[in-house]
């Protein structure tokens, strides 16, 4: 039993660190563009094709992919930005409108996917060497432990920049006070732009790693990864990426431990019921933002 | 003075909130350099409003925004601040969990890579409000009221603007605060800086104006110098039903 403990949580802390990564980048959207993004988890599905695409066509390993995934994706989030969201902030209701449309852009993506790879799970033949190490008393798959150093290097490089770098905190600044940032001279066009661009960036980056971790993906995963993100949001307290941070780690060890106890099915299920937990008994989150919003 | 182009100007402004609630109509200001504008009004006169609009926060739905002649109307938040004006408006605008040091940088973004214009920005801010450098690595949101006023201040004049729009810069402030950042403002001219102060309290606003709008439901009502408030006793009771609030001759 010990040993199957020790399991769930050295799986929930790599399976968590890589929510966290969905959570950090969802929560960085919603509090800088008010941007519902339903279409994050097809973002990161994407980087998972992406990655099985560069393998299967150009051998190339999934680290490889990496810097790849960022590039294409904070390109393409750039580019998207333009193209979406400007006219979105003129509607009555962004928030909900840009729900409602982010939810359309997800189904298109997934029918894109399906279009290009067709309906069937896919995974990476591809495994490192030595296939998996003793960790303590119990072996983890490499790969597992290559992705939680990856998850590790890219949640303290975020946090960095959130809280070290004058881009990063004019980000922060844009959450704590969204008049506030335009009154100061930042031009909050290419700063949101900036925002969705680095968020779709991870969002790739992430799906390199789901690639790796877990053991297949299709087109139609992306739902999946949205709603864990929006949990792991709401747990960590909108619009604040630490939060979401601790939230992500804290769902992937719930989710972990809860196939250690109870059956499979039930994780989903301790999963939301953390998260109504946290609702009712602290409404902003395990860290929502204190004095201002 | 008359012919001299004002640095900031509204045209027939109308603005409307939710599409068809008119908070300005056929509204027009102007601010002449070098001087006080004052703008007064009871409460739901539209002084907050004609300041956004001025400032691009706000986009008229007729009438036009001008900056030294210029039509700007439309024109974003920040380019304001590349042509030198600056804006302290009535709500506190500091990011309350970064550093007073980390809300003075921000205020230096259009200029950021300039490392060593942002430190004389810097310096200048604590030079004119030294409690800032003693609290420069304390969170804004940690400060009292009139500490933070003084922050947000400090941020708007460390860009050496030309122009300073000021919304109620006292509201909420203890008196003696209040009456120091009143000689604050009244001094600013002295310094180059053009002001547009939009106030509740009339008295005040009287004193340091140059010349003086007053507001009502949207419109102008009446403009004039501060000694046209001072000395037309007519005026003096106008004000004083429309603010309630009574001009000393």
Known sequence: ?293 | MATETPVLELRAVDVAYHGDIRILQGMSMAVRPGKITGVIGPNGAGKSTALRTLYGLLKPVAGDVLVDGEVVTGMPPWRFIERGISLVPQNRSLFNELSVEDNLQLACWSFRRDKARVAEALERAYAQFPILKDRRTQYAGAMSGGQQRFLELGRALALQPRAVLLDEPTAMIAPKLAAEIYEFIHGLPKQGITVLLVDQNVRQCVRVADHVYVLELGRNKIDGSASDFTKDADLRNLIAEWVDYRIDA
């Open chain 1, 1 to 293: 039993m010990e040993i199957l403990v020790l399991n769930g949580i050295v799986n929930g802390l790599i399976v968590g660190g890589i929510y966290a990564l969905i959570g950090m980048s969802l929560t960085l959207l919603y509090g800088v563009l008010r941007i519902v993004n339903f279409a994050h988890g097809e973002f990161v599905i994407g980087g998972s094709f992406l990655a099985y695409a560069l393998f299967s066509n150009l051998g190339l390993a999934p680290l490889f992919s990496l810097p790849v995934a960022a590039l294409s994706f904070f390109a393409m989030g750039w580019g998207a930005y333009y193209l979406l969201l400007p006219r979105l902030q003129k509607s009555d209701d962004p928030e909900i409108m840009s729900f409602l449309m982010m939810y359309g852009v997800s189904i298109a993506l997934a029918a894109v996917m399906l279009l290009i790879f067709e309906a069937d799970s896919r995974s990476i033949d591809y495994s490192f060497t030595p296939i998996s190490m003793k960790v303590g008393p119990i072996y983890v798959s490499t790969a597992r432990i290559v992705a939680f150093g990856i998850v590790i290097v890219l949640a303290a490089a975020l946090t960095w920049f959130l809280f070290r770098t004058l881009p990063g905190k004019a980000l922060r600044a844009t959450i704590m006070n969204p008049e506030a940032i335009k009154i100061v001279g930042v031009d909050v066009v290419k700063l949101s732009a900036f925002a969705f661009a680095l968020a779709s960036a991870i969002a790739g980056v992430t799906g390199v790693l789901v690639a790796l971790v877990f053991p297949a993906f299709n087109p139609f995963s992306g739902a999946e990864y949205s709603i864990i993100g929006f949990i792991v949001v709401v747990l960590g307290g909108l619009g604040n990426p630490l939060g979401a941070l601790l939230a992500g780690i804290l769902y992937g060890l719930a989710e972990q431990l809860a196939t250690v106890f109870l059956p499979q099915a039930m994780a989903p299920i301790v999963g939301f019921g953390i998260l109504v937990a946290v609702i009712l008994i602290r409404p902003t989150g395990l860290m929502g933002w204190r004095a201002q919003r």
